[in-house]
């Protein structure tokens, strides 16, 4: 059975970080690109970040860039979004996902439409 598994949200002030995981079970991590995406009350889900299984190749949302980095560690089956300076406006579910679709454009992965296989997300909130 194919489950992915979210984990490292929490509460945390602004400008801390946080880690989040997403393991997979079922299958092999490796052969898919991995998606972290997020949604907020009242707001629709939105790609966060990207990995690609070719070339390792990665998408950041421009809301992001410079302060978060997704990394796989294949021996762990595990994927991470390690997210520093973190804002109120970070505050959300964050979910990963993953397929074996391939798209030419790394772009195309922020898309919520590429994914087979969806977390049930964790809860980042940050405030004072």
């Known amino acids: 059975q194919v489950q992915l598994v979210e984990s490292g949200g929490g509460l945390v002030q602004p400008g801390g970080s946080l880690r989040l995981s997403c393991a997979a079970s079922?299958?092999?991590?490796?052969?898919?690109?991995i998606g972290w995406f997020r949604q907020a009350p009242g707001k629709e889900r939105e790609g966060v970040s990207c990995?690609?299984?070719?070339?390792?190749?990665?998408y950041y949302g421009d809301f992001v860039k410079g302060r978060f980095t997704i990394s796989r560690d294949n021996a762990k089956n595990t994927v991470y979004l390690q997210m520093n300076s973190l804002k109120p406006e970070d505050t959300a579910v964050y979910y990963c996902?993953?397929?074996?679709?391939?798209?030419?454009?790394?772009?195309?992965?922020?898309?919520?439409?590429?994914?087979?296989?969806w977390g049930q997300g964790t809860q980042v909130t940050v405030s004072s």
């Open positions: 079922g299958f092999t991590l490796d052969d898919y690109a």
């Open positions: 990995i690609s299984s070719s070339d390792g190749s990665t």
């Open positions: 996902a993953a397929t074996l679709k391939y798209y030419s454009e790394i772009d195309d992965y922020s898309r919520t439409f590429a994914y087979d296989y």
